[in-house]
Structures are given as structure tokens and as C-alpha cells.
Antibody
């Protein structure tokens, strides 16, 4: 079954850190660009980070630049999001999403995981 | 950064009727707009890309159109499963990819 499965979310205190994982199955993650997109409770979608095929092309939204780090391990068929200096406003469901282009970037998303909830609260 | 503005915030339509959702880009995005459907508790699902191309498996009652920087998603005859929140996204000028704030399509 072609799917993405996120994990690693949870409750963390302000200033804390968390590492999210995105495991792909049914396809080779190394053939696709992957993004992380988040959704605060009751709010809309916010793209936060993108990684190219080999991890050498990376972008971040201004809201997370300098605090979050995206990476990938194509051998493990996975993508990761390391989050540091977390703030209350980072509270959201975090989705990983597959770019619709095969081995190139289309920059819209044809496959989404179910998401993992990150709650930043004291 | 391109701002995508969706209207209305909430649209109430009866089953079987037509629904028209709008999304305006703050600048030209070369028809590089996608639409997503999100049902409660679910992740978004791609519906339209390239402003007017239906994604795989999307019923023909969904259509997209564009006039300048105004993008429209039309659902010709609403089915019960179509009631959801719909987001537009531009992928012309990025990063960042930017989404609209969403339109909630509810049963009238």
C-alpha cells in the first residue's frame, strides 16, 4: 500500500526539542521530493520545509528557519524533521507530503500522511 | 510571498446543487494552482492541479478554472461525501508554497 506514516509527535515544553519521522511504504522515497506541512488546531495549512532527492536542496519557511532541520535517509525510506526551541505557536498536526513529480519537483502534493500531533505547552 | 485569498469562508449548499469556490492570487501564478479537499480528522487530498486538471480518481463533477489570478473550483452536483474544507495552493512562486485559508463547504 502506498502511504506515508508520521511518528514522533507528543507533548513538549516550550524551548524543548522533538524529532519527527516520516516513513514511506509502497514506493521509494528517494524518487520524490518531500515536504513537511503543518496545521494548527482549527486552522489552515502551512508549508514549512522541503527536501530534494538527495538532501542537497532544502528550504524552510521563515517561521521555522534556524530552529527546524529536515533530513532524509533513502536507505531507510524515511524523511525526518528535527525541531528545536519549540514555541507554543508550533503546536500543530505535522504532515509529511510527497511531491507529485517523479524524480523532479512539481511542488504540489499528491500523497499525504495522516499526521502527527505536536503540542508545545508547559 | 504570494497571498492566496479564498472566498467565501463558509459556503452552504444543498446536496445535488452546484458549489462554486473561489481563490484569488495576489500576483500571477501561471496557472500553477492546486486544490485540496480535507474532511474532519483526515489529511488533505489532492483534487485539482494545474488549475484545471483533475487528480487521479477524482470524479468528473469536480472542475477547476481560471481567469487571470482568480481561480475557481466547481462541484457540479454535490454529493454527501463532498462536504469538507477545500484549500487552494499556489506552486509558482516558492518557497514558500502558500495555501489559502480554506473554504468550508457545508450542507444547507
Amino acid at each position: 500500500q502506498v502511504q506515508l506514516v508520521e511518528s514522533g509527535g507528543g507533548l513538549v515544553k516550550p524551548g524543548g526539542s522533538l524529532r519527527l519521522s516520516c516513513a514511506a511504504s509502497g514506493f521509494t522515497v528517494g524518487d520524490y521530493f518531500i515536504s513537511w506541512i503543518r496545521q494548527a488546531p482549527g486552522k489552515g495549512l502551512e508549508w514549512i520545509s522541503y527536501i530534494g532527492l538527495f538532501g542537497n536542496t532544502i528550504y524552510y519557511a521563515n517561521s521555522v528557519a534556524g530552529r527546524f532541520t529536515i533530513s532524509r535517509d533513502n536507505d531507510q525510506n524515511s524523511v525526518y524533521l528535527e525541531m528545536h526551541s519549540l514555541r507554543a505557536e508550533d503546536t500543530a498536526v505535522y504532515y509529511c507530503a510527497r511531491d507529485a513529480g517523479y524524480t523532479y519537483g512539481n511542488y504540489y502534493f499528491d500523497l499525504w500522511g495522516r499526521g502527527t500531533l505536536v503540542t508545545v505547552s508547559s | 510571498e504570494v497571498v492566496m485569498t479564498q472566498s467565501p469562508a463558509t459556503l452552504s449548499v444543498s446536496p445535488g446543487e452546484r458549489a462554486t469556490l473561489s481563490c484569488r492570487a495576489s500576483q500571477s501564478v501561471n496557472n500553477r494552482v492546486a486544490w485540496y479537499q480535507q474532511k474532519p480528522g483526515q489529511s488533505p487530498r489532492l483534487v485539482i492541479y494545474g488549475a484545471s486538471t483533475r487528480a487521479t480518481g477524482v470524479p468528473a463533477r469536480f472542475s477547476g478554472s481560471v481567469s487571470g489570478t482568480e481561480f475557481t473550483l466547481t462541484i457540479s452536483s454535490l454529493q454527501s461525501e463532498d462536504f469538507a474544507v477545500y484549500y487552494c495552493q499556489q506552486y509558482s512562486d516558492w518557497p514558500p508554497n502558500t495555501f489559502g485559508q480554506g473554504t468550508k463547504l457545508e450542507i444547507k
